[in-house]
């Protein structure tokens, strides 16, 4: 019998990873960024997502196989072959970006048919191709528990110990930039004012690292491999980000869904953000002032259609979008719910999602200038020797050309050796 779901239904390995009901209502778990085949073999490995809610998972208490899993299954049955999950009950949007790369590797003059997964953290996992085995050394280190109400984060994460990450990995106050003492002063600040103690701290009302950021590290463009030298080559992101967690005001599993406000903050703010200012880059634009552009059967359709990297919201019923439509315009106030063409099973109807929080966006820490606050290297290309698990070299890729042209930033070079100290925990 092969494996029928990712979140797994009851009889099912792995549900017991899960609450019971899980498997009725989460989603998530999917491999959305790309399978690789061993032709030989006739498998395929699937590197898997995070489950949903991605920053709050007290409805979704345990490890939660087989989100976050390279996961091989055999390609004729569907049998599991082997699995290994890379973040336990993920909290940070750590999705595995990327196929994995099936490589032949010399250790000991014995060639050995392995798979490497990289990371959004910034980790090359190694496995044994044929048994799942870890071909260096992983530790389950302990991180800390969350203060969210309801949530239990799972105390240990999988660690590589070789090769070393390929991006920092906690953001401390000596990598603030120093691109003006008046940036450094006001970003070293703010970072005493949230937290950062590296990988899988936990989610926080007070506000979170992400370093590398939700984009990683590793990205979805995955690695390249060179057989012939048996190096690893990543493109890596180097850019903090902060998580801040908002309570939603209420159990909206309760709330009438003519309160467009709560329906916001659930569905909208974690693009648009609590103010519907969007973000600083306008990867997702403002909203507040969206009344100058559309009106509200505009509103609505766009959410029916989607547009852009906004998806379709086709599942809301029409008097769920009049709501939202409606707070948008600013005069939720003065429609009366009656007015919502609803009838007696809408009225009534629950969201099912009952998430106590929702977050303020998915924002980059960026200086008062608008670049990153943290010192360069943003972005990197890393050449990793798997056979002997050690970084070679890094080369910076990227320039803002008015910053070399200012002759009070340091220049970055084009070229470093990368102490090996440099990028471990």
Same mark, same amino acid.
Request: proline content about 4%.
């Given at each position: 019998?092969?494996?029928?779901?990712?979140?797994?239904?009851?009889?099912?390995?792995?549900?017991?990873?899960?609450?019971?009901? *899980?498997?009725?209502?989460?989603?998530?778990?999917? *491999?959305?960024?790309?399978?690789?085949?061993?032709?030989?073999?006739?498998?395929v490995f699937c590197p898997t997502g995070s489950p949903a809610f991605d920053f709050w998972g007290g409805n979704r208490k345990g490890k939660n196989l087989f989100g976050n899993c390279l996961l091989v299954?055999?390609? %004729?049955?569907?049998?599991?072959?082997?699995?290994?999950?890379?973040?336990?009950?993920?909290?940070?949007?750590?999705?595995?970006?990327?196929?994995?790369?099936?490589?032949?590797?010399?250790?000991?003059?014995?060639?050995?048919?392995?798979?490497?997964?990289?990371?959004?953290?910034?980790?090359?996992?190694?496995?044994?191709?044929?048994t799942g085995e870890p071909i260096f050394p992983i530790e389950e280190r302990p991180f800390p528990p969350s203060d969210l109400k309801e949530e239990e984060a799972w105390p240990t994460q999988p660690i590589p110990t070789i090769p070393p990450p390929f991006a920092r990995q906690q953001l401390k106050p000596s990598d603030i930039t120093q691109i003006s003492p008046e940036s450094n002063a006001l970003m070293s600040a703010k970072l005493k004012s949230v937290r950062s103690g590296g990988q899988f701290v936990p989610p926080s009302a007070a506000g979170t690292v992400i370093f590398p950021g939700f984009d990683g590290g590793g990205e979805w463009g995955g690695a390249a491999w060179d057989p012939a030298t048996e190096w690893l080559y990543v493109n890596a992101n180097e850019m903090p980000w902060i998580l801040t967690m908002v309570e939603t005001g209420t159990d909206i599993s309760t709330a009438d869904?003519?309160?467009? %406000?709560?329906?916001?903050?659930?569905?909208?703010?974690?693009?648009?953000?609590?103010?519907?200012?969007?973000?600083?880059?306008?990867?997702?634009?403002?909203?507040?002032?969206?009344?100058?552009?559309?009106?509200?059967?505009?509103?609505?359709?766009?959410?029916?259609?989607?547009?852009?990297?906004?998806?379709?919201?086709?599942?809301?019923?029409? *008097?769920?979008?009049?709501?939202?439509?409606?707070f948008l315009l600013r005069n939720e106030v003065t429609e009366k719910p009656d007015s919502l063409t609803q009838t007696r099973e809408t009225k009534t109807k629950k969201v099912e999602d009952k998430s106590p929080y929702t977050h303020t966006g998915y924002n980059r820490f960026l200086d008062n200038e608008g670049y990153p606050a943290v010192k360069p290297p943003w972005?990197?290309?890393?050449?990793?020797?798997?056979?002997?698990?050690?970084?070679?070299?890094?080369?910076?890729?990227?320039e803002f050309k008015d910053l070399t042209a200012r002759a009070s930033h340091p220049q970055v070079p084009k070229t470093m050796e990368v102490p090996q100290s440099r990028l471990v925990d």
């Open positions: 019998m092969g494996l029928s779901h990712t979140i797994p239904h009851p009889s099912e390995f792995g549900y017991a990873t899960w609450p019971s009901d *899980a498997w009725s209502k989460m989603g998530g778990a999917n *491999a959305w960024s790309g399978l690789a085949v061993d032709e030989k073999r006739g498998w299954l055999d390609a %004729k049955t569907g049998e599991r072959v082997w699995h290994y999950q890379l973040v336990h009950h993920d909290l940070w949007d750590r999705d595995l970006p990327a196929s994995p790369n099936l490589i032949e590797l010399t250790i000991d003059h014995e060639t050995i048919e392995a798979v490497a997964q990289i990371t959004k953290s910034g980790h090359v996992f190694l496995f044994h191709r044929e869904i003519s309160s467009g %406000k709560l329906l916001y903050r659930r569905l909208c703010a974690t693009c648009h953000g609590m103010d519907k200012e969007g973000d600083p880059q306008k990867t997702f634009p403002s909203i507040a002032n969206i009344g100058e552009k559309m009106n509200k059967a505009q509103i609505m359709a766009q959410m029916s259609q989607g547009k852009g990297v906004m998806p379709a919201f086709d599942f809301l019923k029409e *008097a769920e979008k009049s709501a939202i439509a409606n972005g990197t290309l890393n050449a990793i020797d798997l056979k002997e698990g050690r970084i070679i070299w890094q080369v910076t890729l990227g």
